[in-house]
């Protein structure tokens, strides 16, 4: 982004905005090599594999969704709702000790989705993507951002789900996740026993993902987005793999099983079904939902009971795309991140590290998730072998009979550009940096 941002930080109290003066280029990129010195004793409160720790970067910044991290390591979140400085909030280490010293939030926009792409931030409304631009040297951008993409549906046709994601490609394109508005596209919405809508009217204009052109200004959904994969619930956890040249996107599974369709679903069956999917994505693809699920127990995408499954039943299923890799239910995957760099030992290259904000609903089981899970893959995308949890320790409790008990849950990942991988919490707000610091 800018190579160019310094180290020395002026606060104009007159000004609500954070000017950098001075440096090289070089001096920049060498602000924050991988310095193991600046990982809390504690990890703080993380779980993690042998030879990496973690640090604390910063506290109590406010429920965040996705984050980035720019060439000179300075930080970019996004929060849920704008607050009275803005909805985004950009944070600098000044003073080179691990802590960001320096935080600034701005915008008048909020949501989830957040990128940097081509020396722009980008950044997603529930209805909306924009993107800010940097004038000079300053670590916040200095004018309103402006609309790439508007349009998408808003209110009673949006209701659930309505979070926006977003990645691009290496050729130019803007990718949107659309979430589906409902849970099962029935006729009447989480009715027992209420059969689902054939054909759903609902994968028209939601439940997959749209491209744009990644920078002109004005585009709808309607007259400009072209509808590039359907079939997807919700797939926040979305993001390009530059060795496969494709977009991969691991989607919330559906809710319910037990309470809708009781006589075939008990609730520990609920509790771990359906599978949160993993898909590799391409020009046409169908994942299946609403009229197909993932038992990730039997091993099989199955006809939801919406459309006559029983929890046995194939179908048209057999025709829908099958995911590349598959996690317990409801551990909700907020955001993905590929690791192209080369500071983590070599089992973690090209692979996938997912933030899972954790369940709800898993009753009578206890809540689960609430970690960073790790997908190992080759250069071309294929994964290698099962997933693992490569961070834990967010719920602060071995065992949480709900949500609210959690102590923070994992919600946005970004890799700096010297192999620090980044995670934000939408709890409280903290944002650790996680590092390898080598085998003792």
Request: proline letters at 6%; a negative charge.
């Amino acid at each position: 982004m800018h190579t160019h941002r310094l180290n020395t930080l002026l606060l104009l109290a007159s000004l609500p905005l954070l000017i950098i003066a001075g440096c090289s280029a070089s001096e920049g990129n060498d602000r924050h090599m991988v310095d193991a010195s600046m990982c809390d004793e504690d990890n703080g409160g993380l779980v993690l594999p042998d030879g990496f720790c973690a640090g604390v970067v910063a506290d109590s910044v406010g429920s965040t969704r996705h984050i980035v991290v720019d060439a000179d390591e300075d930080i970019y979140v996004i929060h849920r709702r704008v607050t009275d400085g803005g909805g985004i909030t950009a944070l600098r280490d000044t003073d080179k000790d691990g802590k960001a010293d320096s935080m600034y939030s701005f915008g008048g926009i909020a949501g989830t989705g957040l990128e940097l792409y081509d020396g722009h931030l980008y950044a997603t409304t529930d209805s909306s993507v924009h993107r800010f631009a940097f004038e000079g040297d300053e670590l916040a951008p200095m004018g309103d951002p402006e609309r790439i993409v508007g349009g998408f549906l808003t209110g009673e046709e949006q209701r659930q789900h309505a979070s926006k994601a977003i990645a691009f490609d290496n050729e130019g394109h803007l990718y949107v996740n659309v979430g589906a508005p409902s849970n099962a596209c029935q006729e009447t919405m989480r009715m027992p026993g209420s059969p689902g809508v054939d054909p759903c009217p609902q994968l028209e204009r939601s439940s997959g993902v749209w491209r744009f052109d990644a920078t002109t200004a004005g585009q709808t959904q309607e007259a400009d987005g072209h509808h590039f994969s359907t079939g997807i619930r919700n797939g926040l956890a979305m993001a390009w793999h530059p060795g496969a040249g494709s977009m991969y996107v691991v989607q919330h599974g559906r809710d319910q099983l037990n309470t809708i369709w009781p006589e075939y679903y008990t609730d520990e069956q609920n509790a771990e079904l359906p599978a949160e999917e993993m898909f590799k994505l391409y020009d046409g693809s169908d994942s299946g939902w609403p009229y197909c699920y993932y038992d990730h127990q039997q091993g099989m995408k199955l006809l939801s009971p919406e459309y006559g499954g029983d929890g046995t039943e194939v179908g048209q299923c057999a025709e829908t795309e099958s995911p590349v890799a598959t996690f317990p239910g409801h551990y909700a995957p907020n955001d993905m991140v590929f690791n192209t760099q080369e500071h983590f030992p070599a089992q973690y290259a090209n692979g996938a590290f997912i933030a899972f904000h954790g369940s709800w609903n898993r009753a009578p089981l206890p809540q689960e998730g609430y970690m960073v899970a790790f997908v190992p893959m080759d250069a071309s995308g294929e994964p290698t072998g099962d997933w693992e949890n490569f961070a834990d320790g967010f719920k602060g409790a071995d065992t949480l009979a709900s949500p609210g008990d959690a102590v923070y849950r994992p919600m946005g990942l970004a890799f700096g550009p010297h192999g620090s991988l980044y995670v934000s919490d939408s709890r409280k707000g903290r944002i650790w940096r996680i590092v390898y610091k080598g085998m003792e």
